[in-house]
């Protein structure tokens, strides 16, 4: 079992930036991915950026240069810094972790921070 607990939202103006980090304890030893979602009121959950264990990176089309995901494995931390914010990335932001066991992914999920970009 994985425990997540994300920090650092809040609320900023339009162009403003935000660092929002996830600290993961338990059994992180086989976390294989992690993540950041978002979803906002009314909307489905979306993905913002994920990476794995090798580092490997992906982004949601409407965060692409302007957010950077980046994952310590050592300290058990992820972050997601988040640049030139717009009023759109209004959301919860939940961290995700995947545990690969036996060939089954395990999903841990954070109970998330809230972002508020006023204009």
């Known amino acids: 079992q994985v425990q997540l607990v994300e920090s650092g939202g809040g609320l900023v103006q339009a162009g403003g930036s935000l660092r929002l980090s996830c600290a993961a304890s338990g059994n992180t030893f086989n976390i294989v991915t992690m993540a950041w979602y978002r979803q906002a009121p009314g909307k489905q959950r979306e993905l913002v950026a994920s990476?794995?264990?090798?580092?490997?990176?992906n982004y949601g089309d409407s965060v692409k240069g302007r957010f950077t995901i980046s994952r310590d494995n050592a300290k058990n931390t992820m972050s997601l810094q988040m640049n030139t914010l717009k009023p759109e990335d209004t959301a919860v932001y939940y961290c995700?972790?995947?545990?690969?066991?036996?060939?089954?992914?395990?999903?841990?999920w954070g109970q998330g921070t809230q972002v508020t970009v006023s204009s």
């Open positions: 990476i794995n264990v090798g580092g490997t990176t």
């Open positions: 995700h972790a995947v545990r690969l066991i036996a060939g089954v992914d395990l999903s841990s």
